[in-house]
């Protein structure tokens, strides 16, 4: 007669996760994001004069107004989307009206190419303070 033994032994179950996968994920995640920061910048191509100045503090909540004027003389208006079609003087003047009616502290700006003329700028700050910004400032680029 044989006798069988029967093993008594009680498995604990195993309540662990295993974190590892979750942790690669987050780093490839973390990886994309980095590489693609940089190239979210939106605007127009523009080849900034270089200046000595502090840099100028924005709010969060609170974004600048941008206007864009290329080399070719071009206007464009930083919103949304569609900030890669040309905009005429009216236009700039209607919307910018429209969004400081809405929220009349936002700073209004200009990304100038240094080789434009001098006299698109001065027509494109007329427009502005006619629209009520109360004040434009000029974006430049440190040395």
């Known amino acids: 007669m044989s006798v069988r033994r029967v093993n008594n032994k009680r498995y604990k179950l195993n309540a662990e996760i295993n974190v590892v996968p979750y942790i690669d994920v987050m780093m490839v995640l973390l990886v994309i994001f ?10 127009v191509n523009v080849d900034l004069p270089q200046a000595k100045s502090d840099p100028v503090e924005t709010d969060e909540l609170n974004q600048p107004l941008i206007v864009s004027v290329t080399k070719a003389g071009d206007y464009f208006l930083d919103l949304g989307e569609n900030n890669r079609q040309p905009v005429t003087l009216d236009r700039i003047g209607t919307q910018v009206g429209k ?17 434009i003329d001098y006299g698109s700028i001065v027509q494109l700050m007329t427009v502005l303070q006619q629209a009520g910004a109360g004040s434009v400032g000029l974006v430049s680029e440190s040395p």
């Open 34 to 43: 980095m590489v693609t920061a940089p190239m979210l910048t939106q605007g």
């Open 99 to 115: 969004i400081l009616s809405r929220a009349p502290d936002t700073q209004v700006l200009i990304r100038g190419d240094r080789s």
